[in-house]
Structures are given as C-alpha cells and as structure tokens.
C-alpha cells in the first residue's frame, strides 16, 4: 500500500485540524473560563466578607449603644464650670473629716482637655499618712472625675525654733499635689 501525496496531505489536513481548533477555539475558551472562575472566586470572597459584616451588624448596633450609654455616664460625672466650686467645698469638707490642714491652694488657669476643661489645683496640707490615706480613698469615691499628679509626699519634720501650737505630731506628713477637676464649659444636648 503505497501512500500519495494527495492521500498525505488529506492526512495533514486532518491532523491540523483538531490542533488548529485546539488553538483557536479550546485554549481561548479554557482561558476566559479560568478568568471567570478567579472572578467568581473573589466576588465570592467578597460576599463572605460582606455576610461576616452584616451578621455583626446586630453586634455593632448594641456596642454603639453601650458607648453613647458609656459617654452619657461620663458627662454626668462633669459638672458645669459652676458646680466646680462644689467639688472643692466637698473635698475641703473630706479632708476636714480626715484630720488634714490645707495650707494652700493655687488655683491654675483652666486647660482644654478634648471637649471638657482641666482646671488643675495646687494643694498644700499637712496631717497623718493615715488620715491624707482616707482622704484618697473617699476622694478616689466622688461622683465626680478628678485626677492627681505630681503628689510629693514628705515627712513632717520637727523644727527648733517653731511655735509648739505649729508643731505637728508624730506620723505627720506635708502632702504637695496637683488635684485636677475636669468640668463641662457648655451643657450639650444628651445623644439620642
């Protein structure tokens, strides 16, 4: 059986063809079906993400909730620029109760503190650790936000020379401290 050339070329034609149709119309097809199927995959991903988010959406109603409750509970403990004369009469009275002498206070110039005022104290007072210890403790306990720094606390020293009605007793103490009362400058509307 002798093969000719139109028989060979009719045999090539016929090879070319599924190759040609390979080329041309498989491999393109397999390849935009590979892109559809990574697009899929990430706006698959995206909806995974976007299904996380909307079940937390309950969770992030009531978190939101409990911060306006949390903020609400915070400017209740901010008095107004004239309750401020309030709270020092409170501590004053708290540190009378305590056995503790106020020697001096200065009063500093108001600082902004985000949307409230600092208005920080220089206090000087004398009297017992254990008396300056409960006067912290009931201070600590006030209804209201109050911050102490720079507390230098030193032994009371005896002096030759100092009238006795001056003298303190044993265990004293001289207690210096920055006392800041924060306060509100304008009453704002409560959030609803």
């Known amino acids: 059986m002798r093969i000719g050339f139109r028989e060979f070329i009719f045999f090539i034609v016929l090879l070319a063809v599924p190759v040609a149709s390979f080329f041309y119309v498989f ?14 995959a990430v706006k698959q991903a995206r909806l995974d993400t976007l299904a996380q988010v909307a079940s937390k959406i309950d969770d992030i109603g009531l978190a939101i909730e409990q911060g306006r409750e949390s903020i609400e509970l915070i400017e209740a403990k901010l008095p107004s620029a004239q309750d401020v004369e309030g709270i020092l009469e409170q501590i004053w009275q708290i540190a009378k109760r305590n056995g503790l002498e106020v020697k001096s206070v200065k009063s500093e110039k108001p600082v902004p503190a985000a949307l409230y005022m600092e208005l920080p104290l220089k206090i000087q007072m004398n009297g017992e650790f254990d008396g300056f210890y409960q006067f912290l403790l009931e201070l600590e306990n006030l209804p209201r936000i109050t911050r102490i720094h720079q507390l230098k606390l030193q032994r009371a020293d005896q002096k030759k020379g100092v009238p006795e009605e001056e003298e303190l007793p044993p265990g004293s103490m001289t207690a210096e401290f920055v006392l800041s009362i924060y306060f509100d400058t304008q009453q704002r509307p409560k959030a609803e």
């Open 27 to 40: 491999k393109p097809r397999n390849d935009e079906i590979s892109q559809a199927k990574a697009e899929i």
